[in-house]
């Protein structure tokens, strides 16, 4: 699996990285969790979703996001 991070919504990295990926896992923290589309396809930090009001994200904590770290074959941190 691969693990891809993301804080900046706004990055150029982000038109190499398919959403649609199976073999992936799209977790989203910081002010990346404001962006609508990238909140369908991926997690998103609980503290950063409360912190900022927004509904209905799909959530993930931090003993999570670092167990998923060890797991990963790759992990990229936009």
Avoid: H, W
């Amino acid at each position: 699996m691969r693990l891809v991070i993301i804080r900046d919504a706004n990055s150029e990295a982000l038109k190499y990285i398919d959403p649609a990926r199976t073999d992936q896992k799209i977790v989203l923290m910081q002010n990346a969790v404001y962006d609508a589309a990238l909140r369908e396809t991926g997690f998103c930090l609980a503290e950063d979703v409360k912190a900022r009001g927004i509904q209905g994200a799909r959530t993930i904590d931090y003993a999570a996001i670092v167990d998923d770290i060890f797991k990963a074959d790759n992990a990229l941190c936009i």
